[in-house]
């Protein structure tokens, strides 16, 4: 099984979204990217009570995207989920940039061809180039651990 729900973006944008908060930890990524992984506890920390669930996401929390919206003003910030059992599974991708959506939200539940998977289209509008690697997934190394948890305690 493969599990992921994080947002990406460059390191000071996800810091300046970290904001202090206890729960929020920030991963470094390759191609200058990072990570902060969508935890339980982070998830309960920024929930805006009353505000409605993002249309198309499982791990999103409401209200969220308005904080993903104003971060972006600083530079373009993608919130990504997947989940993939036995080869079947989906992905979800959302891009924000100068405080509007520029992409998404993307939805992908049949295999696609390598590169136009919402996940790659995100990564490619931080500015991701594959370069010599199967997709833009794969040149951040997405891959590295297969549930969202291990990207802060990659013993678990």
């Known amino acids: 099984m493969y599990c992921l729900?994080?947002?990406?973006?460059?390191?000071?944008t996800l810091d300046a979204l970290a904001g202090g908060n206890p729960h929020a930890r920030v991963v470094p990524l390759a191609a200058g990217l990072s990570l902060l992984p969508m935890t339980d506890e982070l998830f309960d920390s920024v929930a805006v009570a009353g505000a409605p669930q993002a249309d198309g996401f499982w791990k999103l929390?409401?209200?969220?995207?308005?904080?993903?919206?104003?971060?972006?003003?600083?530079?373009?910030?993608?919130?990504?989920?997947?989940?993939?059992?036995g080869g079947a599974g989906e992905q979800h991708a959302q891009v924000w940039d100068g405080g509007r959506v520029v992409l998404g939200p993307s939805l992908m539940e049949e295999p696609v061809p390598s590169g136009a998977s919402p996940?790659?289209?995100?990564?490619?509008?931080?500015?991701?180039?594959?370069?010599?690697?199967v997709d833009e997934f794969d040149a951040v190394d997405?891959?590295?651990?297969?549930?969202?948890?291990?990207w802060l305690d990659p013993s678990e």
């Open 5 to 12: 729900e994080a947002v990406v973006a460059a390191r000071p």
């Open 61 to 85: 929390p409401p209200g969220f995207d308005r904080a993903l919206a104003a971060c972006s003003t600083t530079g373009p910030v993608a919130y990504l989920e997947a989940e993939y059992f």
């Open 119 to 133: 996940i790659s289209l995100a990564l490619r509008r931080l500015g991701v180039d594959r370069g010599e690697h």
């Open 142 to 150: 997405l891959g590295r651990y297969r549930r969202t948890g291990r």
